[in-house]
């Protein structure tokens, strides 16, 4: 069974550039999840889908962030400007439903801003 | 390849020793509990799960420990191997006012076997 795939995998931008990120979760999996990472500290959840709909964007910085899963599969997320702060790894994660628990994650995308 | 976390809490082991890995939880009203390895470059993989109602669950060479009195949940690894080098964080699933849950993540702890 494939996992979850992200891309790209790395990606260096200069501030108040905008940047897009690319996530195919695994097959048959309702319910995607953007998560960002600080450096040295755990993933946090940036927004959920359960399917093409929203389900919690209350971390996502409306005012720089947004996120679409159009057909329920693929989704993107994308940062406009992009702030210094924003460095970070982003990673998606998939599971088969809401309430599932196990969340399967892809190798997440390593945004650098300068 | 890059490092998930560079200012992390590190624990340091001799291959074939015992690990213990600590981690606090924040919401006495968390049902479930997960711990993932991450290695470097990688995403978070499951380890091992366990629900407020059990206070053990052992894996093959994990076990999860829970203490819902004091808010803490250890993981042991026994026999520690190199390949166990890695970022360990432990995960609650909090409820939300919807009543749905969300996972939110500790801080994590790098674990460096040594040979």
């Known amino acids: 069974e494939a996992g979850v795939a992200q891309s790209p995998r790395y990606k260096i931008i200069e501030k108040r550039q905008s940047v897009a990120f690319w996530c195919n979760p695994i097959?048959?999996?309702?319910?995607l999840y953007w998560y960002q990472q600080i450096l040295g500290q755990g993933p946090k959840l940036l927004i959920q889908?359960?399917?093409?709909?929203?389900?919690?964007d209350s971390q996502l910085p409306k005012d720089r962030f947004s996120a679409e899963r159009l057909k329920g599969v693929d989704s993107t997320l994308k940062i406009q400007p992009a702030k210094l702060e924003d460095s970070a790894v982003y990673l998606c994660?998939?599971?088969?439903?809401?309430?599932?628990?196990?969340?399967?994650f892809g190798p997440g995308t390593r945004l650098t801003v300068t | 390849g890059e490092s998930v976390g560079l200012h992390l809490p590190t624990l340091s082991v001799q291959e074939g020793d015992n690990s213990i890995i600590n981690c606090a939880y924040s919401?006495?009203?968390?049902?479930?509990f997960i711990w993932y390895k991450q290695e470097s470059g990688k995403g978070p993989q499951f380890i091992i799960d366990i629900r407020s109602n059990m206070d053990k669950r052992q894996g093959q060479r994990v076990t999860v420990l829970l203490n819902k009195t004091v808010k803490h949940l250890s993981l042991q690894i026994a026999a520690t191997q190199p390949g166990d080098s890695a970022v360990y964080f432990c995960a609650e699933n909090a409820p939300r006012i919807d009543s749905s849950y969300k996972l939110i993540f500790g801080s994590g702890t790098r674990l460096l076997v040594r040979p």
């Open positions: 919401n006495s009203a968390s049902d479930y």
């Open positions: 097959s048959g999996h309702a319910t």
């Open positions: 994660a998939s599971s088969f439903g809401r309430m599932d628990y196990e969340q399967y």
């Open positions: 889908f359960q399917n093409n709909g929203v389900v919690d």
